[in-house]
């Protein structure tokens, strides 16, 4: 096999494929029972023009026998008037005539036959149409259904090119939403460790640094303040050096029962001048009740 030849073949194999792929059954049946139809047209049509032609020959076949009919009365006419030359002529147009006649007559039955035989093909012809018209819709009726039951099946089964489209469309929803998620979690993390601030501000480590020192070394100075106001001395490093948590916690705890003790005391001393000021309020309000009636 030639290199041409096998091109060939590859091409008009591709292209078969192709068709096959592209051919709906149902398209198919319908253009064939339409050219069936158009085929029993054509032989009705064949028939209708037999009939005419066959018409034509008869309508001439009766003018022939009108003529002989008339030259049959020319020849008696002229033998009454003793003219046999003119009886000769009317008879000699009669068998002119006649012999056309019976080519006519040969003719309207071979058309005949030829009507016959075209109307029976008609009819058979007719009839295939017929039962080829119920096999059609048959078919159809089989070939839909089977197409639904497929796309079902593909669509429960997820394996037609429209669920593989959805599918992968649902693979790159998740990807992307787990890709978001990882983002979002990246970005909590990252302002949990102050990397924004750290991105968006000016100052590098070392500034950062000073700047805790900074904080400690004033928040020294003002516990050195408070103690020397409670009567604490010493210096915070020292007091820090030498002390425990427990020792911290005892007293804090004194200072938080002396301050709850001045405040109880000033609430009962505070309540005793409120009642003493309501007893002379009362007192005043019933002197002021008796000088009426003296």
């Known amino acids: 096999m030639g290199i041409l030849s096998r091109a060939s073949y590859v091409i008009r194999s591709k292209l078969n494929a192709l068709l096959n792929r592209a051919e709906d059954p149902t398209e198919s049946l319908d253009y064939s029972y339409e ?44 033998v009454q008037q003793d003219r046999d030359d003119l009886a000769r002529k009317a008879l000699e147009k009669k068998k002119s005539k006649m012999a056309q006649i019976e080519e006519l007559e040969g003719q309207i039955a071979k058309l005949n036959h030829t009507q016959d035989q075209l109307v029976e093909k008609k009819n058979k012809l007719q009839n295939r149409i017929e039962e080829f018209r ?28 429209e669920m593989e489209d959805v599918s ?21 993390e990252l302002e949990e460790t102050g990397a924004f601030e750290d991105a968006l501000s000016d100052k590098d480590s070392i500034d950062r640094e000073l700047e805790s020192l900074s904080t400690d070394s004033e928040v020294d100075a003002e516990l050195e303040t408070l103690k020397g106001e409670l009567g604490k001395g010493g210096s915070a490093s020292d007091d820090v050096d030498a ?17 709850d003790t001045d405040d109880l005391e000033a609430d009962v001393a505070d309540d005793a001048e409120a009642e003493e000021e309501v007893d002379v309020e009362l007192e005043e309000s019933e002197v002021d009740a008796d000088e009426p009636r003296n």
Do not use: C, F, P
């Open 35 to 78: 050219q069936m139809r158009d085929e029993l047209q054509d032989v009705k049509q064949g028939i209708a023009d037999l009939t005419t032609q066959k018409k034509r020959l008869e309508i001439q076949k009766r003018k022939l026998d009108e003529n002989v009919e008339k030259h049959n009365r020319q020849a008696r006419e002229a």
């Open 243 to 259: 002390s425990t948590d427990e020792e911290i916690d005892e007293e804090l705890a004194d200072i938080e029962s002396e301050i």
């Open 168 to 188: 992968r469309s649902i693979e790159r929803a998740e990807e992307r939403t787990e890709e978001m998620e990882a983002r979002a979690e990246a970005m909590d």
């Open 134 to 161: 119920t096999r059609k819709e048959t078919m159809k009726a089989r070939y839909e259904a089977a197409e639904a039951s497929s796309r079902v099946s593909e669509a429960m089964t997820g394996v037609g090119d």
